[in-house]
Each structure stands twice: as C-alpha cells, then as structure tokens.
C-alpha cells in the first residue's frame, strides 16, 4: 500500500498540538497488505514523479493526446541495437 496523503490531527502530545496521518487506516491495512509505506516519510521523489507523470499520462489519453514517451531514444525496425 503506498499511502502518498498527508493530513494533520489534532494530537495534544506533541509540541505543535497536531500530527500527520496518510489517508490509509493503517489498523485495518496491516492486517491485508504485506508492506505499507509510512507518513510521513513514506513515498520519496521518485514515487512523487511517477505519480504525477502517470497522472498527466491519464489526463493525455482522456483528450485523445499519445502518453509522453520514457525519455529513451526508440530504437526502429531495421536500425541497428544501440551498443
């Protein structure tokens, strides 16, 4: 489970009077999944990217836009394998 919200709760224990949760209840979770990615903490900058480049991808194909592509050069049929 990767648990990307961020929500703060009151919590009177710590020095700013609040916490930060994620919007999976975490109880309930463990018992299913196998791993589950803390918040915060959790989901670094690479989780973040992909997120939003398969996001902007979705909203692509919703107005019949192509994906955008990997960033790697496309290798043609009858071109020679990049060594």
């Given amino acids: 489970v990767i ?9 009177d224990t710590k020095k700013t009077g609040q916490r930060l949760v994620g919007d999976v209840e975490f109880a309930a979770a463990k018992e299913r999944a196998d791993l589950i990615t803390p918040v915060p903490g959790g989901c670094g900058p690479m989780t973040i990217a992909m997120l939003i480049k398969n996001t902007l991808n979705l909203a692509r194909l919703s107005v019949d836009l192509p994906r955008l592509g990997t960033g790697k050069a496309e290798v043609g049929a ?3 394998a990049p060594a």
């Fill in 78 to 80: 009858g071109s020679p």
């Fill in 3 to 11: 648990d990307v919200g961020i929500n703060s709760i009151p919590d």
